[in-house]
T-cell receptor, first 113, second 115 residues
Framework: NAGVTQTPKFRILKIGQSMTLQCTQD?????MYWYRQDPGMGLKLIYY???????DKGEVPNGYNVSRSTTEDFPLRLELAAPSQTSVYFC????????????FGPGTRLLVL | AQKITQTQPGMFVQEKEAVTLDCTYD???????LFWYKQPSSGEMIFLIY??????QNATEGRYSLNFQKARKSANLVISASQLGDSAMYFC????????????FGGGTRLMVKP
């Protein structure tokens, strides 16, 4: 089991560029999430999905888009990168039952200049 | 709205001693879950322990235990016999079951273990 994998590990973007952060999980979890972590802070939820074809906004969705075409994959799209999107992005997944403990990927560090 | 407060930005502990990391929470939802995560300098988020609001006993996982005091709305993490590898950021988080699937995180506590 690889768990939750994310690519790339690190990326530098210029203002206005677009990119997609990839997230894949092999635990057959229904629920998947995207968080961002700014320096010295806790994580904030961007988007989440309770299954293929179903997505919903979290606390800080502006500037991002997501899609969920399969159980395994949950990509995060940045359309017009801004310096405020400089952050570390974490993808997570969980089962829908029990405590719904979320298991995190290793993170993608994004720098927008 | 849910809120998690971690009042200790940084703490030192001597190797082999126990340490308590504080966490208080606020929610009006009667059904919720509390989580602790460890974030070492390498950056990954590692799940440590979970406590449900209706659980009768405090959760334990190896050297980690959660001191759950529901009336005081606190969920402190206790690490026994600290090791050098315990040096990391520790985040308390909560999920209120009627508030969707969002984990609300505290600001974290940086724990440093002295040899």
């Amino acid at each position: 089991n690889a768990g939750v994998t994310q690519t790339p590990k690190f990326r530098i973007l210029k203002i206005g560029q677009s990119m997609t952060l990839q997230c894949t999980q092999d635990m057959n979890h229904n629920y998947m999430y995207w968080y961002r972590q700014d320096p010295g802070m806790g994580l904030k939820l961007i988007y989440y999905s309770v299954g293929a074809g179903i997505t919903d906004k979290g606390e800080v969705p502006n500037g991002y888009n997501v899609s969920r075409s399969t159980t395994e994959d949950f990509p995060l799209r940045l359309e017009l990168a801004a310096p405020s999107q400089t952050s570390v992005y974490f993808c997570a997944s969980s089962y829908p039952s029990g405590g719904q403990t979320q298991y995190f990927g290793p993170g993608t560090r994004l720098l927008v200049l | 709205a849910q809120k998690i407060t971690q009042t200790q930005p940084g703490m030192f502990v001597q190797e082999k001693e126990a340490v308590t990391l504080d966490c208080t929470y606020d929610t009006s939802d009667p059904s919720y879950g509390l989580f602790w995560y460890k974030q070492p300098s390498s950056g990954e988020m590692i799940f440590l322990i979970y406590q449900g609001s209706y659980d009768q006993q405090n959760a334990t996982e190896g050297r980690y235990s959660l001191n759950f005091q529901k009336a005081r709305k606190s969920a402190n993490l206790v690490i026994s016999a600290s090791q050098l590898g315990d040096s990391a950021m520790y985040f308390c988080a909560m999920r209120a079951f009627n508030a969707g699937n969002m984990l609300t995180f505290g600001g974290g506590t940086r724990l440093m273990v002295k040899p």
